[in-house]
């Protein structure tokens, strides 16, 4: 149970990680570009925002431009969408997942040429870091700028529209081709400290905006992503069912065993002046003893097993497949308490049916067979 739900709530956590990677928790844009790539421009310095960074759920606030385009490097050719950020986007994301090269030099630095790239579109473009390419934007009429690749990337959700989908650069160079000011954007990306209180803050910002934008966390940006992970969560709790099973018909087994073993001994115990409850007493505290000694054993197998998966990363998975090159591991001290507790209780709860066949242990019975 501690592996499983270690392993399922890792898998969780990791993906999760990925997409707010791309989309940040919150975004805040105009109400025309839900669906759509291109939006209309906002104002970055907008009068609220010195308010939600006040917010102490709130961990950082960044712009972001989106434009559309295509990518030609000799003879092939790939959609892209190129998202432009500024000087104070956080890159420990992509720093994180970055392949080969280094992130793109600073937007202040004079070289707005350079723009980062997944692995997946340098593999199909056959392409490297330093290598020099053009991207077409669409726009009536299309327009061609140069760029140089500074580095590449690979989160592993290249089969999922991420990684072969976006390009990073910098976002000035989308407000010249749309003819924006320096101060506009296509939208803003919230991040917050803790993903459990995501829809509360989310309804905070909603609430503190003014009617013509529109705050969008990233579950509802991606539902089918976020509801697959979700259902994930039944798998944990077959499986925790399942074993919780089983261990009650192992000890049910294991007790009935003892009480019959001891047959007689129940009956000189009755003989002698002891009644069922203090006889049921003796037998539930045998059962407590040997279910606390097997959630010793375990446990030191369970977070054994974890510690080191997650420490060494032994055990590999196709990342093609799973988005992740290793099977993740979240080991966290209330789950483990959680299912230690619930275990020795549902078993303790199952133990009382067995002890109740004492109760039927007649002594002149036993006696008579002696």
């Known amino acids: 149970m501690i592996v499983a739900v270690a392993i399922v709530t890792g898998f969780q956590r990791e993906i999760r990680a990925k997409v707010i990677g791309f989309g940040s928790h919150i975004q805040i844009t105009t109400y025309d570009s839900n669906k759509s790539f291109e939006s209309e421009p906002i104002n970055r310095n907008q009068p609220f925002v010195p308010l939600l960074k006040k917010n102490p759920d709130i961990s950082h606030i960044q712009a972001y431009s989106n434009k559309g385009g295509i990518i030609k490097v000799r003879d092939a050719n790939e959609g892209i969408l190129f998202k432009g950020v500024d000087k104070d986007y956080d890159w420990a994301f992509f720093k994180s997942h970055l392949k080969s090269g280094r992130i793109p030099a600073a937007v202040d630095s004079g070289k707005p040429t350079?723009?980062?790239?997944?692995?997946?579109?340098?593999?199909?473009?056959?392409?490297?870091?330093?290598?020099?390419?053009?991207?077409?934007?669409?726009?009536?009429?299309?327009?061609?700028?140069?760029?140089?690749?500074?580095?590449?990337?690979?989160?592993?959700?290249?089969?999922?529209?991420?990684?072969?989908?976006?390009?990073?650069?910098?976002?000035?160079?989308?407000?010249?081709?749309?003819?924006?000011?320096?101060?506009?954007?296509?939208?803003?990306?919230?991040?917050?400290?803790?993903?459990?209180?995501?829809?509360?803050?989310?309804?905070?910002?909603y609430q503190n905006i003014p009617p013509d934008l529109n705050a969008v966390n990233i579950e509802n940006q991606y539902p089918q992503i976020f509801g697959w992970l979700e259902l994930m969560d039944t798998n944990v709790y077959i499986i925790v069912v399942l074993m919780l099973v089983v261990s009650i018909i192992n000890m049910i087994t294991s007790l009935l065993i003892m009480i019959l073993e001891r047959t007689n001994m129940i009956g000189v115990l009755k003989a002698i002046g002891a009644d069922n409850q203090v006889i049921g007493a003796i037998f539930l505290r045998k059962s407590a003893w040997m279910t606390a000694t097997g959630l010793l054993f375990g446990n030191l197998v369970g977070i054994g097993l974890c510690l080191a998966q997650k420490y060494t990363g032994i055990i590999k998975l196709n990342q093609e497949t799973y988005y992740l090159n290793e099977v993740p591991v979240n080991l966290e001290l209330w789950h483990v308490l959680a299912l230690n507790a619930g275990a020795f209780s549902v078993c303790m709860i199952a133990m009382i049916l067995p002890v109740l066949l004492v109760s039927r242990i007649s002594p002149a019975k036993v006696m008579r067979f002696d």
């Not at 407000?175 to 296509?186: H, I």
Request: no cysteine; proline share 3%; hydrophobic share 40%.
């Open 114 to 205: 350079e723009i980062l790239v997944s692995s997946s579109m340098a593999k199909s473009l056959k392409i490297a870091s330093g290598s020099k390419l053009m991207i077409f934007f669409v726009q009536d009429p299309p327009k061609a700028r140069p760029f140089i690749i500074s580095g590449i990337y690979d989160t592993g959700l290249g089969e999922n529209d991420f990684d072969k989908r976006y390009v990073i650069g910098d976002m000035q160079v989308i407000n010249r081709l749309n003819k924006w000011n320096k101060d506009q954007a296509s939208g803003l990306e919230v991040f917050i400290k803790d993903y459990k209180k995501l829809n509360v803050v989310d309804e905070y910002v």
